[in-house]
């Protein structure tokens, strides 16, 4: 119901998804789908399409439009057809209590290419027509159909969406959208001219004053897909709970984007800090002292230590710190490894800006910058040629140390981009 790309899409299913190349082309609250071999058209409602990107919708980017076999139908009299599609039958295929008909979409360029072929699945009847060479209208259940992108062949309408994408102004360090002002947050204040907004799904949290109408939940594993909507637009949020009919939202204002004419003049902060390190050997650990008296014992435990494998401290040295490496990382690491392949590899350590302090000793730091969102500050701060942020309580300015969180730090083999914790 849900492939994540075209492969999927083909590989499930009898007979296979029926894919076409075709465009996008959004005007106002409509939609065109052009089909490129055929050029059959069809304009249909926006709101079936609230989940694509726009770099999808202005009419160049080519797509590929899949479509399973009992998606497409035979419309019953009187029955109203949002996306009507005329076809050219040539074979019908009984298959006991289903029917496969074969034909070719319509369009201003034809209908014979092998790209304009097409099935679909009815349940069978008495009819005895053959639909060869036979010329009908097929609804296309808009519902149902998947995008790809036509390059990379992934989906651009996945089930939870990336992104809330939506028309706004901002004028004055005010943002306007849906009937809706907000106040910007010093950060945001770039945004000055912006024309769209870009509202990530996982970013509109619950507790604001924005009020949205819930139309539907899904559950998605663990989480609740809500799709709400506010001032006429459809937008979709993600969250870990059930939600009121009214959604009371606010927006997580660091996460958000402004575009001006197509490009980026506020990006969302960096929820990601990497670093690049090594995994080290420390010194030898020290054996504590026995506490037998017993000068024989004493004499053999001496000489067991000289036989026994030497057991040392790991460290982990990220820039310019050293910090001592927790005993299930580093027993993880040489275990997947070797002490040798440990030791000899490169790492990026990975955290949260929420899982770095200021401190007395770290990875040295100059701050840049103090990232005001209102409710939250950040520390921007330079380490080497890299930039980084660091959540903080109160500005700060100058050279400072770093400390990471070291139990929260993902680790991934530089190498082979492999994650290991």
Not at 96 to 114: M, V
Not at 164 to 169: A, Q, S, Y
């Amino acid at each position: 119901r849900y492939p994540a790309n075209k492969f999927v899409a083909g590989f499930i299913g009898t007979p296979q998804m029926n894919f076409l190349d075709g465009t996008l082309k959004k005007t106002g609250e409509e939609v065109e789908i052009e089909l490129t071999e055929s050029g059959a058209k069809l304009v249909v409602p926006y709101s079936y399409f609230y989940k694509v990107h726009p770099k999808y919708l202005n009419g160049d980017v080519p797509i590929l439009i899949g479509f399973r076999a009992e998606d497409l139908s035979l419309p019953v009299e009187g029955e109203k057809i949002v996306a009507p599609l005329q076809i050219r039958g040539f074979f019908k295929e009984t298959l006991g209590a289903e029917t496969l008909i074969h034909g070719h979409i319509i369009g201003e360029k034809g209908f014979n290419s092998d790209d304009t072929l097409i099935i679909m699945k009815v349940q069978t009847t008495d009819d005895p027509i053959d639909y060869k060479d036979r010329f009908f209208t097929a609804s296309l259940n808009l519902k149902k159909i998947h995008l790809f992108d036509k390059d990379t062949e992934e989906s651009i309408m996945p089930r939870v969406p990336k992104y809330n994408v939506l028309g706004c102004t901002v004028e004055n360090g005010v943002l306007h959208f849906l009937g809706q002002e907000i106040a910007l947050p010093p950060a945001l204040r770039g945004g000055e001219g912006a024309d769209e907004l870009l509202i990530p799904t996982d970013a509109i949290m619950e507790g604001g004053s924005i009020a949205a109408e819930v139309k539907h939940t899904e559950a998605i594993g663990r989480s609740i897909l809500h799709e709400m909507e506010l001032g006429g637009r459809i937008l979709y949020a993600i969250t870990d709970k059930e939600v009121e009919q009214t959604f009371k939202m606010a927006l997580d204002m660091k996460r958000l984007s402004l575009r001006k004419n197509g490009e980026e003049v506020v990006t969302p902060l960096p929820l990601t800090v990497r670093f690049e390190g090594k995994f080290k050997k420390g010194d030898k650990v020290k054996r504590k002292p026995t506490e037998k008296k017993n000068i024989f014992v004493r004499f053999v435990d001496a000489v067991h230590d000289l036989f026994r494998a030497r057991k040392y401290e790991y460290l982990l040295g990220i820039e310019d710190w050293n910090i001592a490496a927790p005993e299930n990382v580093a027993t993880k690491l040489i275990g997947l490894l070797s002490a040798r392949g440990a030791l000899a590899s490169n790492y990026f350590f990975e955290c949260s800006p929420y899982d770095i302090t200021i401190g007395e000793q770290g990875i040295s730091a100059q701050v840049v910058q103090i990232c005001d969102y209102g409710t939250e500050k950040f520390a921007k701060c330079q380490v080497g040629e890299e930039t980084i942020y660091v959540k903080v309580d109160e500005p700060i300015e100058g050279a400072v140390k770093l400390v990471l969180a070291v139990d929260k730090l993902s680790i991934i083999q530089k190498e082979k981009d492999i994650r290991i914790i």
